[in-house]
């Protein structure tokens, strides 16, 4: 089994990378899912978030208000850190259940946004860090996230920088042109992880 981390800063385009290689084979894992998995209504994740912060942060349907409790955490490092207390142990947990059922010639793909905040990279046999520049990272999230440029910027201020990425990358995409061009290059990614194997 070949684990690949697979990271970039909001906006990059990770998610589209990760679509390409499961496209190939890949077997990904999502963090981002998994993250709202273990929040779903009935959880004891939910559970411990409403507990936390209290009964304002979920919706009528009793799901989480996951925008309310962006708009909190993103503003306050103190409570970004308490969120994570509850939902890493949570995720850590779920991944290794699927990297335990993964064949075991398998390319698993971690898709993380966290990777290089959290000192995951030697987790992973590579490190793949997808990037764009900041003006278009900002550009997609208000097009495809509907967010306000100052969300993005905040969010953005609470990862890792490109050279702290980069600092753990055995590969980087750059996914500042086209798709043609990201497709290319994720082929040329798939031949030279397949080839490791």
Do not use: C
């Not at 559970?47 to 909190?72: C, N, Q, W, Y």
């Not at 850190?81 to 059922?101: C, F, Q, S, Y």
């Amino acid at each position: 089994m070949l684990k690949v981390g697979l990271t970039g800063g909001i906006g990059s385009g990770k998610s589209e990378v990760s679509a390409l290689l499961a496209g190939h084979g890949a077997v990904v894992i999502d963090a981002d899912r998994i993250a709202r998995e273990v929040v779903e209504p009935g959880t004891p994740g939910l559970a411990a978030v409403a507990a936390e912060f209290g009964e304002g942060v979920l919706l009528p349907s009793g799901a989480l208000d996951r925008a309310k409790v962006g708009s909190i955490v993103f503003a306050d490092p103190e409570r970004l850190k308490a969120l994570n207390a509850i939902v890493h142990p949570l995720v850590g947990e779920r991944t290794r259940e699927l990297m335990d059922a993964a064949p075991p010639d398998a390319v698993v793909v971690y898709d993380v946004p966290l990777l290089a905040e959290n000192g995951l990279a030697s987790m992973y046999d590579e490190v793949v860090v997808v990037e764009a520049p900041e003006e278009t990272r900002l550009r997609r999230l208000a097009s495809r996230r509907g967010m306000t440029e100052e969300d993005a910027r905040a969010r953005m201020a609470n990862q890792a920088t490109s050279e702290e990425r980069r600092a753990i990358a055995t590969r980087v995409i750059d996914n500042s042109g086209t798709l043609d061009d990201l497709k290319a290059q994720v082929d040329a990614l798939w031949k030279a992880l397949t080839a490791r194997g």
